[in-house]
């Protein structure tokens, strides 16, 4: 049996990178791993999964702009156009690294960010209308969770053979994270990588998937069970009320 496809081998430090860390990002520990150690990019399906401020976010929009996608959501065709030269998110990590690509395969980047989407649907259809699948379509004449799974679904996301997403689950109900998670397995076996940050159990739960927990420690693999979202989503489904006490 042939190796997974792996469209993006690694991404590490260019060279002449000084880590500094007293200052952001390099103060957040799995942004300093990647800093010094770099990071080997699974094949397939892989989740990032950690609290707030662990650095999940930072590491997928610097791996977006390493590989030409605008900050905002998009490919790398999606960085020219009606205001989209104003890139007020653009990582100071993404100009310290490098990518290392797979040989062949398709390696063109797709990027959706729960937080900026409906900023991205207003530039496809004020630039980019005619080529919107199917023709006319306007995304924002649907729901949040339908547009995003509409987008996924899309031409933009059928091209790339690397798909980046962060915290997906925001936009959608617990059906359509199981229809999400669906999809996400089969661009996998399409020979895609796929690399999203989250915190939804449901998703990560995924067969087959790589799991990597982002926290104090930095990046390290985890097996489902193990995760804690996943023990306090368990805890607070079997007795909700002593979570509520700790805070009301």
Known sequence: ??????????????????????????????????????????????????????????????IAEVLGAHTEGGTSAHLAGPDRGHRSDTSTLAGRLRAVRGPGGRREVFFLRAETMHRFYDYLEESDQESLHPVGYQFHYRS??????????SRYTAAAGIVLLDEPESALSFDNCLVLGAGLQQMAEQGKQVLCATHSPLLTALPGATVLEVGDQGLRRVEWENLGVVKHWRFFLDAPERYWRRVL
């Open 1 to 62: 049996m042939p190796a997974p496809a792996r469209p993006l081998r690694r991404i590490e430090p260019d060279p002449d990178t000084v880590v500094d860390a007293s200052s952001w990002p390099d103060s957040i520990p799995a942004v300093r791993q990647l800093l010094t150690q770099g990071f080997d990019v699974p094949a397939g399906v892989t989740f990032l999964v950690g609290d707030n401020g662990a650095g999940k976010s930072t590491l997928i929009e610097a």
């Open 144 to 153: 949040h969770g339908e547009g995003f799974i509409d987008m996924l679904n």
